[in-house]
């Protein structure tokens, strides 16, 4: 196995460094800023490393909704339900996944009920399941942004067996900044963006927020460093008042991203207006399958009809936690009524999700 | 959270040495109506085992119980017959006593091979001679095919200490300096690595074994009672057994990340699962809560054993925040290390 040398990313004198500049720009630019990161990944970074605390207090890095599990609608959920309700059908998806509930109830409770619903690790694995079992429906539960699409569509594409198919709850970030710009209150200074999804789609989509909007934009690693670094960078942008897309992450991302996934993307999915949970729906912020795999859409290839759907508990703020307006520990369930063992909404469930990640690192 | 709500079933991590845990051993041993002798540590107080002190004698008993399960039977480094013992032995020595004995419970299903029954009570026996415990005591049971798991085995083991040692849980004190004798997670990781079917080319074992070498090494220590407190950090990791000192002590434990001994291997693999190494098992480490004035005299006598060469002081107790774990991180941030809620799983999305 391959081990790679982290030593420099998460290296205290590098660290030291970067809070020095970091330090002395904020003092020239002096006034509060506010930067933006989208990715589960990134505030576990953050969390993880307490960089809050050692960053200065005018710089506030609020987290948006990075977490697929969480922004995937109760109605993608309330589907895939009716479908596992059915005779002779296997549900397949990612682990996290089952545990959140739709309007009533969630893919684990129907589990536990007798409903065949496996948890995998890649679509390959659906498929092989399909396989292994021709006399029965095999459904993928397919969720995440753009670097879990790639995958699926390349399953597509391959002719997977006639009894698999498809519901496609995939999302598209950069759709979701936008939205989030067009957020007044918010007020952001800049995006800190995920490193694995700009390493499938390159800085071309980001060019928007810099011509578009004025709002500098870094993709970012996932180490400490990676992170201060790209705090940064943003910094020296707003100093100079420039707003370029900056990439901090050139050890994986390639401008251009990888051409191929890119490819398999544009060839098996249309981008949709689609539902985010309790977020609304957005503006190509999601994929669908095209019409000529319209036999692997499982939406197409099944009825399936549900009653209108309930995205948010009543007393949970996860949709307020997922575009930043609200913090974790300022919902009046945190810590209360819900916690990791009984979880009340999405940000809770999900080790990806907001709410899950403050309980461990924050107490307050 | 309410008891009754997670309490409904019991699930895998009731077993793994978090929050859910304690809920669970609450729950068995709430209605007991006598929890201990002659004011020795009973089960109310949740330590690594119980002591009896003995009328007109100056001498205590010191009894452990455990239950010995492990998936796989055989990994990189042990087999559950060394496990058995080292849990045994090692929970006796953590209260500061001498193992003289132990009983022994073999709960077998119908079906296990002979051949691997021989190989753990040959390393089960081996290893007891080694800690130079007795065996005096045991049972057999066979369950039919799919009521267990291959193998569990149960034992209670039996020591012997001065009343006048007063390690225990509850006797921390402000300004103790904190000892860890070795790296962490290298037991826990290398069973999961071994499950998650990675190849670990690299030679990540099991760090399992006797604390035995380094009690002795400081054993004046121990009876002038400098050592305030001991805990081998098995389940939960170092995460839990923290937590459980600081919760119990109602203080504070500040550590610091960058004197944690962490294998790279060990990081490796927890960074690609998702895991945090403070909350995986070892099983040959102990913790230790010191007298500030002799810490590093003990550090140095922990050090020139053969187990503990990697030891460290890695924090302090303080008084401010009761009740927690902070943690201040390898780039200087500070954050809290919770006590984990169930068994850490690999993260799959
Ligand atoms: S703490 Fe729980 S209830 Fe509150 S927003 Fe988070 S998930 Fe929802």
Redesign the pocket.
Known sequence: MDIPNINILRSKKFTNKLLNSINNIINDIDRPVKFMHVCGTHEHTISKYGLRSILPSNIEIISGPGCPVCVCPAADIDKIIELAKKKDTIITTFGDMIRVPGTNISLAELKAKGADIRIIYGPNDAVKIAKENPKKEVIFFAIGFETTAPLIGYEIQSGPPSNFSVICAHKLIPAALELLISQSQLNLDGFISPGHVSAIIGLKPYNIFSQGYHIPNVITGFEPNDVLLAILLLLNEKKEKKYNVLNEYSRVVKPEGNLIAQEIISDVFDSISSPWRGIGRIYDGGLAIKEKYHEFDAEKKFEIEIEVSRDIPP????HL?MIGKLK?NE?K??RKK?NPIN???P??ISREGN?NIYYKYYKK | MSEKESLKVIRLAHGAGGILQEELINFITQNISLKNINNGIGVGELDDGATIPLENYDKELIITSDGHTISPIFFPGGDLGQLSICGTVNDILMMGGKPIALTSCYIIEEGFELQKLDKIVNSFNKTAARANIAIIAGDTKVMPRGTLNEIIITTTGIGIRNKSIKIEDKNLKVGDKIILTGSIGDHGTALMATREGFDISTDLQSDIALLSPIIDSIKNEIQNNYVHSMKDPTRGGIAGALNDWAKKNNLSIHIEEEKIPIKRQVQAICDMLGLDPYNIACEGRALLAVDSNHSERILEKIKETKIGNEAEIIGVVKVDNPKNVLLKTIVGGTRYIDMPIGEPIPRIC
């Open positions: 007393g949970c703020s996860c936690i974790p919902c369930l945190f819900c979880p009340i909404g940000c809770m709410c």
